[in-house]
């Protein structure tokens, strides 16, 4: 009882109930207004054949008086059909015609009878009545003439119009039981499943997912977009455990040499030279902390979103041009040759700062990593291909394996596991945090596929053209 319940408050059920009532409302109004404008038309016909029938009669009445009258209506009388003949006496006795019986005050008004009565034909049995239109005529010796017709056959018509209403309704009334049934049991079916699944995600377990069976109706498109979501949530947890591990990992060391090296300064003796010495050293090693605290930060504040209200028109030409001016003389000085190719007027929507910071990094790390052959180079390069800004930052240093492409772009992720360059590991993160803010992706190329020694590393910012 408690699963019919379950399934009479599905959705599917009261929108199955809701359609077939009202199909059956708008069928009843439908037989209604079809079977007054059928009874409307048949009593015109049987007005008109009356009134036919009538003159008729009035002509042989006119023609040969009573008698003549009387003649007329026996001949008309004992022809096959559904015409009613009867001529009566002032007292409401029949004298002539086919009916043996009527039902008291027709004759008593002259006209068209208001109302169907019932009669008696000539030969039948006490217990058969038929119903009957007519329009009566007072003759001018007091005698009543009436001509009708039998309305039997409309209102058998009637009768098989509402007959086979009650069997429509039924139908779909049966019908309609059978949609509730399959359909809210297979709708029940399909939420219990989606309620152990959520159950065991509910217990933990995040790498379950909603089922999707294909049929592309409102459950799939709910279970696709709750499992995109559970998906994301799954990558967001995994990224915070990756990111828990990289900050533990990456963080004890330079703690633990800040811990060491005041621990050395309080023990030494070397004087207020050594103690200054330590000192500096020390709040190096807590700039670099804060260093990495900020980019955290900042990543996780680009991820959110709330950088978003900055927005506005920035020009990414003058933006890049500045900033490969900037480090031009750093590459210089490692022998670095820094090349820019900007496209002129390519302004997109977005926040300056986050924009510059990624550059920046994009150009900080290809100039630590470009240190391949003999000649190394660096090129910044703008441009706008099919609606597209392509920002790209490319060197010709040794490159990322394509199968650690991906991890690069992780936290804490890097490829020098002896961390001997400096760095934390949070560059890449930022830019293609800083990407997806302004609607873009991150994408990591060979510069050079041909040098198989030192391909390089093409680091490109696709972002939505000029709005």
């Not at 991890?407 to 930022?430: A, H």
Request: charged share 25%; hydrophobic share 45%; with cysteine.
């Amino acid at each position: 009882m408690s699963r019919l319940r379950a399934m009479l408050s599905t959705t599917a059920v009261r929108l199955s109930a809701l359609y077939l009532g009202l199909f059956a409302l708008c069928a009843i109004a439908l037989v209604f207004y079809v079977t007054a404008i059928s009874e409307g038309m048949q009593r015109d016909r049987t007005q008109n054949a009356i009134a036919d029938e009538l003159r008729v009669v009035a002509t042989a009445y006119r023609r040969s008086g009573v008698a003549g009258l009387v003649r007329v209506i026996e001949r008309r009388s004992r022809q096959p059909g559904a015409n009613l003949y009867a001529i009566a006496m002032p007292t409401g006795d029949l004298i002539a015609g086919n009916i043996a019986a009527l039902q008291p005050g027709v004759l008593d008004q002259e006209g068209w009878t208001t109302l169907p009565f019932r009669y008696q034909r000539n030969g039948d049995t006490a217990d058969e009545q038929h119903r009957a239109l007519a329009q009566v005529v007072f003759l001018p010796n007091g005698m009543r003439l009436m001509v009708g017709r039998d309305i039997g056959e409309r209102e058998q018509v009637r009768g098989l119009v509402r007959q086979a209403l009650v069997i429509a309704l039924a139908i779909m009334f049966a019908g309609a039981l059978a949609i509730w049934f399959f359909v809210g049991r297979r709708a029940l079916k399909r939420i219990d499943h989606m309620s152990e699944a959520s159950k065991k995600i509910l217990a933990g377990d995040l790498a379950q997912r909603l089922p999707v069976n294909g049929s592309g109706d409102e459950f799939d498109r709910l279970s696709l977009s709750l499992n995109a979501m559970l998906g994301r949530i799954e990558r967001l947890n995994e990224g915070l455990r990756q990111v828990s591990d990289n900050i533990a990992h990456d963080l004890k060391t330079p703690l633990t040499r800040l811990r060491n090296r005041a621990e050395a300064a309080l023990a030494g003796d070397g004087g207020g030279d050594s103690h200054r010495e330590a000192l500096e050293q020390m709040i190096a090693d807590s700039d670099q902390l804060i260093r990495t605290f900020n980019a955290l930060l900042m990543i996780s504040r680009v991820e959110s979103g709330s950088s978003t209200a900055q927005m506005s028109d920035v020009d990414l030409s003058g933006l890049a041009s500045d900033a490969a001016e900037l480090y031009e003389p750093l590459a210089e000085e490692q022998g670095i040759r820094l090349t820019a190719r900007i496209e002129p007027g390519v302004t997109i929507r977005g926040n300056r700062e986050l924009l510059a910071q990624a550059l920046s990094n994009l150009i900080d790390n290809a100039v630590k990593y470009a240190d391949g052959g003999e000649t190394p180079e660096i090129a910044v390069t703008l441009t706008r291909e099919r609606g597209e800004v392509r920002l790209a930052v490319t060197d010709n240093g040794p490159g990322i394996p394509p199968d650690r492409r991906e991890d690069v772009v992780k936290r804490f992720v890097r490829l020098d596991e002896s961390r001997s360059k400096p760095g934390t590991g949070l560059g890449l993160s930022l830019v293609q945090a800083v990407a997806a803010l302004h609607g873009g992706t991150l994408q990591l190329h060979d510069a050079s596929p041909e040098d198989r020694d030192n391909p390089g590393l093409a680091v490109i910012m696709v972002l939505p053209g000029e709005k």
